[in-house]
């Protein structure tokens, strides 16, 4: 496990920007697409859905649940 140093405001940040950009996409597709631009992705685990970083899925944040169905 790597331990990383996380900021609060940070992570409120990310997730506004991902759950914002999810009300403005057109389909699951388009949503995925457009977080990659910013470099985020959606990964599923068995913990939930987690925002992560790419290219090396460093997990930002978790989604609410909820939030990665359409």
Same mark, same amino acid.
């Given at each position: 496990?790597v !331990? %990383?140093?996380?900021?609060p405001t /940070?992570k /409120?940040?990310v997730? $506004?920007?991902v759950l914002h950009e999810? &009300?403005?996409a057109? =389909?699951? &597709?388009?949503w *995925?697409k $457009?977080? =990659? *631009?910013y470099g !985020? @992705? %959606? &990964? &599923?685990?068995d913990?939930? @859905? !987690? %925002?992560?970083?790419?290219? *090396?899925?460093?997990e930002?944040?978790r989604?609410p649940?909820?939030?990665v =169905?359409?």
């Amino acid at each position: 496990m790597v !331990y %990383v140093n996380s900021d609060p405001t /940070a992570k /409120a940040g990310v997730l $506004a920007l991902v759950l914002h950009e999810k &009300q403005n996409a057109r =389909s699951t &597709q388009d949503w *995925h697409k $457009a977080l =990659s *631009h910013y470099g !985020y @992705a %959606v &990964q &599923q685990t068995d913990r939930g @859905a !987690y %925002v992560t970083t790419l290219p *090396h899925g460093v997990e930002v944040c978790r989604l609410p649940s909820g939030s990665v =169905s359409r």
